[in-house]
């Protein structure tokens, strides 16, 4: 059974990091691509950043050019999400997520994700 877990979600200052990880279970990171994406109160979901199934290949929404970058272990077969230089605006449950494909596409399409993890929350406050 496939399932995806994230961590390392909380609340953090402006201006601070934070990183989350995902760790799948029922299947190997290095042969799939895996997507981050988000959703704040209120709004819809969208596309945070997505990692080829090498590693070699990343996309980022232009909202977090520059202060996020993601990665992966596949020995540890996780992903991360670093965040730095976090806003109010970043504020989102974070979820990642996995479809099957090993190559990312500049678009961030929900519905080409089959497995879905819970969620894990970042409050951006001072």
């Known amino acids: 059974q496939v399932q995806l877990v994230e961590s390392g979600g909380g609340s953090v200052q402006p201006g601070g990091s934070l990183r989350l990880s995902c760790a799948p279970s029922?299947?190997?990171?290095?042969?799939?691509?895996i997507g981050w994406f988000r959703q704040a109160p209120g709004k819809e979901r969208e596309g945070v950043s997505c990692?080829?199934?090498?590693?070699?290949?990343?996309v980022y929404a232009d909202s977090v050019k520059g202060r996020f970058t993601i990665s992966k272990d596949n020995a540890k077969n996780t992903v991360y999400l670093q965040m730095n230089s976090l806003k109010p605006e970043d504020t989102a449950v974070y979820y990642c997520?996995?479809?099957?494909?090993?190559?990312?596409?500049?678009?961030?399409?929900?519905?080409?994700?089959?497995?879905w993890g819970q969620g894990t929350q970042v409050t951006v406050s001072s």
């Open positions: 997520a996995e479809g099957g494909f090993s190559h990312c596409s500049d678009s961030f399409v929900e519905d080409e994700y089959e497995y």
């Open positions: 029922g299947f190997t990171l290095e042969y799939y691509a």
């Open positions: 990692i080829s199934s090498s590693g070699d290949s990343t």
